[in-house]
């Protein structure tokens, strides 16, 4: 096997292989996350990074379930490998990014080993002593076959981090994005240099802080795939943008999909090289427009209302003091019903939803739509009225 040895018939007696699942079965993922992050977080590299904690536990937790599946007789499957090859990519490209030393990610991998062993250990009896002799080269290859693969993608990820700070290519795309509009020859050249026409539709992200990371691990899945996805940092944020190719089972379709999932600002559909750099301006205000909310991709869609009040803050243009100052009027408890109330008004645009939605009558909604009326002065029924209280609370 190309990534993790099959677990060889080693004992294939059903009785022995019976008693080593039932080991197996003993191990608790979050003991053993436990006990690796109280020893990985006494390697210096790992204590001073800026790589949190939480992200190490994430890989700790995803490590230690794929390993323990694999030590099974007869589920070496395909879709196995897979999986551990998915979290090599992972643990490879976050940790070179994170800038912690190859030989501080090579002992942390094999802690892997120790902390399994020792677990595997405690739970046996005296009686299961020639059964775990026979196994331990297995467990051992497993870990170490894991170790030489974060090895492989992480060597190859710090290759492609020297590229972005030297290669060509990285010129031409600065350019785009530079203080200066590119001229038409510009884009022309820069199109050229990365394989589309300068009218080509694109896509673009953008992430900030701990979320770049996840951004790049999709990018290099998608080179693992054979397919580029063209990258420019701007300060803490990352820039990512393709061209648009919606056939099914492409890899840029696949790749598009997962960063879907991420919580990055999104804008897609850019009509091509000219647009770009503005574009990358909207979605770079989309990604630090997310909060606790928001657990896939910000689009315009989604959050226009949000960029109309910041776009009005920063202009200092009041969206709603009037309507706060006028709220204040009332009590907390019938202010907190008559806010429910309109938002569930602007969310469904229906009385009838909305009071469903809120488990009231529909006079009693109307009743607070019409008293919100009265202290405002906003008549919700009206889209031009009530739209300022959707980006004013949005």
């Not at 191990?27 to 436990?34: A, H, N, Q």
């Not at 022309?188 to 979320?211: H, I, K, S, Y």
């Not at 569930?344 to 009385?351: E, I, L, P, Q």
Request: net charge negative.
């Amino acid at each position: 096997m190309s990534n993790f040895y099959s677990l060889q018939t080693v004992g294939s007696d059903g009785a022995e292989v019976q008693r080593w699942h039932e080991l197996l079965d003993r191990l608790l993922v979050t003991d053993l996350t436990g006990k690796f992050l109280d020893r990985v977080l006494q390697i210096p590299s790992y204590r001073q990074a800026s790589l949190p904690t939480s992200e190490i536990r994430r890989t700790a937790v995803t490590s230690f379930a794929a390993l323990i599946q694999s030590l099974r007789h007869g589920v070496d499957s395909a879709g196995m490998e897979a999986e551990r090859l998915r979290i090599a990519t992972d643990v490879g490209v976050s940790r070179a990014r994170a800038g912690i030393p190859i030989e501080s990610l090579m002992s942390a991998i094999r802690l892997d080993f120790s902390v399994l062993w020792s677990e595997l250990t405690a739970h046996a009896e005296e009686a299961d002593a020639a059964l775990l002799v026979r196994h331990a080269e297995t467990v051992w290859r497993v870990v170490d076959s894991y170790a030489s693969q974060t090895q492989a993608i992480y060597m190859a990820e710090q290759q492609r981090i020297l590229n972005e700070a030297t290669a060509i290519r990285q010129g031409y795309v600065a350019a785009v994005f530079g203080p200066v509009n590119p001229t038409t020859e510009m884009l022309d050249r820069v199109a050229n240099e990365l394989g589309f026409r300068p009218d080509t539709p694109l896509d673009v992200a953008v992430a900030v802080g701990a979320e770049a990371t996840q951004l790049r691990v999709v990018i290099a899945h998608a080179a693992r795939r054979g397919y580029e996805i063209f990258t420019h940092p701007q300060g803490d944020a990352l820039v990512a943008f393709w061209p648009v190719d919606e056939r099914p089972g492409s890899a840029v379709r696949e790749s598009a999909e997962e960063i879907r999932r991420l919580r990055c600002g999104l804008i897609e559909n850019v009509p091509g090289l000219p647009a770009l750099a503005s574009s990358a301006r909207i979605a770079g205000d989309l990604a630090r427009l997310i909060d606790d909310r928001d657990e896939k991709a910000l689009t315009l869609k989604r959050a226009w209302a949000r960029i109309a009040r910041m776009r009005l803050a920063e202009a200092g243009i009041p969206i709603a003091a009037d309507v706060d100052t006028a709220l204040a009027r009332c009590g907390g408890a019938e202010r907190e019903r008559l806010v429910e109330a309109v938002r569930a008004y602007a969310v469904t645009g229906s009385v009838g939803a909305a009071s469903e939605q809120l488990f009231c009558h529909r006079n009693t909604l109307m009743n607070r739509l019409r008293r919100f009326r009265e202290l405002t002065g906003i008549d919700v029924m009206i889209p031009d009225q009530i739209a300022r209280l959707i980006v004013a609370w949005s």
